[in-house]
């Protein structure tokens, strides 16, 4: 599909998604090169290896909340009643492709009963909310959104129990526990309650919110240091003084992800809205060094999918290099949760060679599918990809 909006709007946009897809192949690779040991575990990590997991916190909060500002445009080309089919059905799409294709792509094995919904899942569903939402007025929409993304933390209390047979629903939506399904197991650590908030809010941003990104941005930065400082809600762990100052760091920014917090968002969204707004007041073309990174943020889906396979399968290579073992990389949960039968002392700058490797890798692949959509507009089922 081609965007009827000024390039240089569209580009700012297509430049922050492709930076956090680029970081996102950061977290994956690490998940497949360095498996063992958790990154944020202020008891066990070090700086380096935090603040390589810190950086990718950005991605998905961006992504969700783009993916909502792309519908907005999407708008702009198509009647609210098209809108709204569209939004549902690239929605079911993706959470489709999440149990299958991404599936397959994270365990390289069919032979397991549990089932993950992780940000493809999410992402899905946000848009079938979106299809909805899209129907309502303007201020409606931006109410409700906004009151799921700033008040889920006060539900953070409430267990899945207290709604009887109906505990499986409050599981989807806010408290990410396993759901047992006979002899299938389906874990849901993106809850959906703050992403659909976080895109219905981009949708709405769409407006007119990149004229005021470099307010809306700052503002929201401030908002996390003055809430997190005060340690009175937004984030079920408070931060406390460490042993020294970059634990202490660590601590303020360690805002949890699953289900994200007020403050994880607040501390992610607000940078990301920040930069969109300096790339729009840049004004000029961008430079030419960006070229490759818009290209990745203009075949989000296609990039996703081909990046997860690329790196599971350098994971395979690495660990047959290093261990002669790759065994775990054909199970579940592949390298996720890491491999017993493997040290624990991959070196960091392993993962950001194959990093590199796999962006490298990537270009070609990406630059050719966008030319080949840029060829076939008409094709309404590239819009799915």
């Not at 899942?121 to 939402?133: E, P």
């Not at 899945?160 to 526990?177: I, M, Q, S, T, Y």
């Not at 931060?239 to 968002?265: D, G, H, I, R």
Request: some cysteine; charged content about 10%; glycine content about 8%.
């Amino acid at each position: 599909m081609q965007h009827t909006q000024p390039s240089g709007r569209i580009e700012a946009i297509d430049l922050l998604r492709g930076l956090v897809m680029m970081v996102m192949a950061l977290d994956h690779v690490r998940d497949f090169v360095m498996p063992l040991g958790d990154p944020v575990n202020l008891a066990t990590t070090y700086p380096a290896l935090f603040f390589t997991r810190f950086i990718t916190h950005y991605c998905a909060p961006t992504f969700y909340f783009l993916a909502g500002v792309g519908a907005f445009y999407a708008a702009k080309r198509r009647t609210p009643n098209e809108l709204s089919w569209f939004l549902l059905t690239r929605g079911l799409w993706l959470a489709f492709l999440e149990l299958t294709v991404v599936r397959f792509g994270w365990y390289f094995s069919w032979n397991n009963t549990t089932f993950e919904g992780l940000t493809i899942w999410a992402l899905g569903w946000s848009m079938v909310a979106l299809a909805g939402f899209v129907r309502m007025p303007g201020w409606l929409m931006v109410s409700i959104s906004a009151a799921m993304v700033l008040g889920h933390n006060a539900f953070d209390g409430v267990k899945p129990e207290a709604f009887g047979a109906f505990a499986w629903l409050w599981k989807v939506l806010h408290a990410p526990e396993p759901i047992q399904i006979g002899t299938v197991t389906l874990q849901t650590p993106y809850t959906l309650i703050p992403w659909m908030g976080v895109m219905a809010l981009g949708f709405a941003f769409g407006q007119d919110g990149i004229k005021r990104a470099l307010k809306i941005g700052p503002a929201l930065i401030l908002a996390f240091v003055v809430l997190r400082f005060s340690n009175l809600y937004g984030d079920p762990h408070p931060w406390t003084p460490q042993a020294s100052l970059s634990l202490t760091v660590m601590s303020f920014l360690n805002c949890e992800k699953y289900p994200p917090s007020l403050l994880y968002l607040l501390m992610t969204l607000g940078p990301s809205i920040t930069l969109l707004g300096l790339v729009k007041w840049w004004g000029k073309q961008l430079p030419a060094f960006t070229k490759p990174i818009v290209l990745f943020g203009r075949v989000p889906m296609f990039y996703y999918l081909m990046h997860l396979y690329l790196a599971h399968s350098l994971g395979v290579l690495v660990a047959l290099y290093r261990f002669g073992d790759a065994s775990s990389f054909f199970e579940m949960p592949a390298a996720l949760m890491g491999n017993p039968k493997l040290p624990s002392d991959a070196p960091l700058w392993v993962v950001y060679a194959v990093w590199l490797v796999v962006l490298v890798a990537l270009y070609p692949a990406c630059k050719w599918f966008a030319a080949y959509k840029a060829r076939n507009s008409g094709k309404e089922w590239l819009s799915y990809i």
